[in-house]
């Protein structure tokens, strides 16, 4: 049995940063992403990570979010620097066994209980 806890989700206002951390434990992974969850709105991409450096990024981030980790330690960290009121959501971490499309979230096998991001203007 695989478990994902995140961490790191706050409150802050636009212009700062936040670091999110997923700890998984049980066998390791092949890959692990993030995505986001706005009310009433479907649970979209991210970013991810297949180890042990290959990574991908929905537009909308790119440049101000990084995806990292340590397979080793079993943990994967999203990196939101220059954050926006639209990057308000909750974020779940998620984990494949094999390698999938890992933009969509079908392709995980495995999902934390997500962490809230908030970002005033």
């Known amino acids: 049995q695989v478990h994902l806890v995140e961490s790191g989700g706050g409150l802050v206002q636009a212009g700062d940063s936040l670091r999110l951390s997923c700890t998984t434990s049980?066998?390791?992974?092949?890959?692990m992403g993030w995505f986001r969850q706005r009310p009433g709105q479907e649970r979209e991409f991210v970013a991810s990570?297949?180890?042990?450096?290959?990574?991908d990024y929905t537009e909308a981030v790119k440049g101000r979010f990084t995806i990292s980790g340590d397979n080793a330690k079993k943990t994967v960290y999203l990196q939101m620097d220059n954050l926006k009121p639209e990057d308000t959501a909750a974020y779940y971490c998620?984990?494949?066994?094999?390698?999938?499309?890992?933009?969509?979230?079908?392709?995980?096998?495995?999902w934390g209980q997500g962490t809230q991001v908030t970002v005033s203007s």
């Open positions: 049980g066998p390791t992974l092949f890959a």
């Open positions: 990570i297949m180890w042990p450096r290959s990574t």
């Open positions: 998620a984990a494949a066994r094999r390698f999938v499309d890992f933009r969509l979230p079908g392709g995980y096998d495995y």
